[in-house]
């Protein structure tokens, strides 16, 4: 497994797996643990999403360009193709059910572009540190949260572009995302024992707890009542999808 997009409230949950030469779209049933469907998928496939509305986006990444597929949630066709001016590094889904976030750079610069799931079109784009490798965006679309390699956090407005806060220091992040209700991110970290899920708390901007996450972890959702942490598991060996409860 490469990725997860948001299980979604009907228990459907579509997942990117493959290699660097083959990838496909897989729709996997979160109650039986059985997948539904395959969708054949571009080898450049690096990320993928999903809205409320059911709309997927699966960012795509060349030498030099991006793209983001917008596809039908339930059959996986492709509705069209979004380009975008810079490889694409991950894709997070906004609340509103219509505008996807995607992450794109290359080696001088990264942004965050705004794509309309509805007209197919990119709005604005909001730069973001280089190193950048995940984002996770508030429920109001006005904070864009960015992960860097170096274990760095940040909000940054999506209106003016500027840093508005400056989290804790995480341990080698890999993955965000963000609670329904704007106060909790989760970030999964690579530590000298192991992986886990670190807690973070947007008032105080500081990490409340860390919880366990399997080794081969390569990213995270939650569920549609966020009382669930599920935990997207790729190794060379084995791809699935574990699921932890969350302390209410």
């Known amino acids: 497994m490469l990725g997860g997009a948001q299980p979604q409230p009907n228990g459907l949950m579509w997942l990117l797996a493959g290699s660097s030469t083959a990838k496909t779209l897989q729709e996997l049933n979160v109650t039986t643990g059985k997948i539904a469907l395959i969708v054949p998928e571009s080898a450049s496939a690096v990320s993928v999403a999903q809205l409320s509305s059911g709309v997927i986006g699966v960012g795509a990444a060349t030498a030099s360009t991006g793209s983001l597929e917008l596809r039908n949630g339930s059959s996986g066709a492709l509705l069209g193709t979004v380009a975008l001016g810079a490889p694409v590094k991950a894709v997070a889904s906004g609340f509103d059910g219509q505008t996807f976030y995607v992450l794109n750079g290359n080696a001088t610069s990264s942004s965050v572009t705004l794509v309309n799931a509805q007209t197919a079109k990119a709005s604005i784009s909001v730069p973001v540190p280089l190193d950048t490798t995940s984002v996770a ?8 949260y960015a992960l860097g390699s170096d274990g760095s956090l940040r909000a940054i ?6 840093i508005s806060a400056q989290f804790a220091k995480l341990t080698d992040p890999s993955s965000l995302v963000m609670s329904d209700s ?25 990490q409340t707890e860390a919880l366990p996450a399997p080794g081969s972890a390569v990213g995270i959702q939650l569920s549609p009542d966020n009382r669930s942490l599920y935990a997207i598991v790729g190794s060379a060996q084995y ?5 932890f409860p969350l302390s209410s």
């Open 137 to 144: 965006v508030d429920p109001l679309g006005q904070q864009i």
């Open 239 to 243: 791809g699935n999808v574990q699921v």
């Open 182 to 206: 704007g106060a909790t991110l989760y970030a999964l970290q690579t530590t000298r024992t192991g992986s886990n899920v670190a807690v973070v708390d947007v008032a105080t901007e500081q």
């Open 157 to 162: 407005s999506v209106v003016t572009g500027t």
